[in-house]
């Protein structure tokens, strides 16, 4: 395949539990300073910072510089990061790049469990924007912005409170509870059906999913979809299933675009859920596309060109009938013993596992 798409390599999807580096004020640094913010859209997942911002799947990073590795109380750090900091521990840029280029080599059993970023330059952007940030969350007044208020990541650190005016009723057995708003009810209602009901407006194309995906997906699902260590392969596998181990991709295997799409929509990128908007969403399932030879680079996926298009397998697939069959009728006694004539045979066997019983059992 041939992957003429230019890649842009931004890998800072899980930057570490401390990030502590003391840069000046020049215009050089206020440049790494906007690049590092745009990179750490991707920590945010696990790392909130701004004002209001909280523990999540990592500590918050508000003032690490000042407040130096592993302080923050209310974290359960890894035993093995306690370990490797003293009290009073600082990091410098040396230290510090060492540690996010790859975390487990450079303090083993660390609960960082993310592959690392491989660039220099992006790791010291990085470095320097959360340098930048003081304990309350406050961009300081050695980036272009001067000093202030976190931008709208900051914002979106602090919770959202749905309804909160709407009044409790009294009916009801417990007296508790309200009926659901439209929007909350849209804000859960997102499922897509294979024909596109379901499917938001929008479009994106495989050329816009490239960063999309660079950014947000290739530190588990690789480069190129082919899976980083266990994380699932995306691209490839045509023509495998037939193998002893086929390998299942959505060019080899899934039947519906559909099932990309509210995948990808609904649950990624780990530990960031729901952050892409619907124009991502349609870019990264159109370059997911693309990495299975199932489009040209140029291809633009839609709304309206949504339900067009099939997957190689989807003719593989039947439909859930077991509704029809006898048990799943409650009117019909069920068949407790001697249900099958003649004698029980072995059509397949189980992978790996070895619990098929032998033909003899």
């Avoid at 208020?149 to 007296?175: F, I, N, Y």
């Avoid at 849209?186 to 938001?200: E, K, M």
């Avoid at 697939?317 to 099958?340: W, Y």
Wanted: glycine share 8%; hydrophobic share 40%; proline share 5%.
């Amino acid at each position: 395949m041939n992957h003429s798409i230019k890649r842009i390599s931004v890998r800072a999807y899980g930057v570490a539990f401390f990030l502590i580096f003391m840069l000046g004020a020049s215009a050089a640094q206020a440049n790494d300073i906007e690049n590092g913010k745009k990179l750490y859209r991707q920590c945010a997942g696990c790392h909130q910072i701004g004002p209001g911002a909280s523990n999540s799947f990592g500590p918050q990073l508000n003032g690490v510089m000042q407040r130096g590795a592993a302080k923050v109380e209310s974290f359960d750090y890894s035993s093995a990061f306690n370990e490797a900091m003293a009290p009073d521990v600082k990091w410098n840029s040396s230290s510090l790049s060492a540690f996010l280029e790859a975390p487990l080599t450079n303090i083993p059993g660390t609960a960082m469990a993310f592959p690392g970023v491989k660039s220099e330059d992006e790791r010291t952007s990085i470095i320097a924007y959360l340098a930048a940030i003081d304990v309350d969350g406050n961009l300081t007044a050695s980036t272009d912005e001067g000093a202030g208020k976190a931008d709208s990541m900051a914002a979106e650190a602090q919770p959202r409170m749905l309804a909160a005016d709407v009044e409790v009723p009294t009916h009801g057995v417990l007296h508790i509870g309200r009926a659901a708003l439209a929007e909350e009810v849209a804000a859960w209602d997102i499922d897509v059906r294979p024909d596109g009901l379901g499917l938001p407006k929008g479009a994106g194309s495989a050329i816009a999913g490239v960063e999309i995906y660079d950014t947000q997906c290739a530190a588990c699902h690789g480069d190129f979809g082919d899976g980083t260590g266990r994380w699932p392969v995306l691209a490839g596998g045509q023509d495998t299933l037939t193998d002893e181990r086929p390998e299942k991709t959505i060019g080899s295997y899934w039947p519906y675009l559909s099932t990309v799409f509210d995948y990808v929509r609904r649950a990624m990128p780990f530990g960031n859920a729901r952050s892409l908007s619907d124009d991502d969403v349609y870019s990264v399932t159109a370059y997911l596309m693309y990495l299975n030879d199932l489009v040209e680079e140029d291809f633009v996926l839609n709304s309206e060109n949504f339900a067009e298009i099939r997957l190689p397998n989807e003719e593989n697939f039947i439909a859930d009938t077991r509704s029809k069959e006898p048990h799943f009728n409650g009117s019909v006694e069920p068949c407790m013993s001697d249900c099958l004539p003649g004698v029980a045979t072995i059509s397949q066997r189980a992978r790996v596992l070895d619990v098929t019983p032998d033909e003899d059992i």
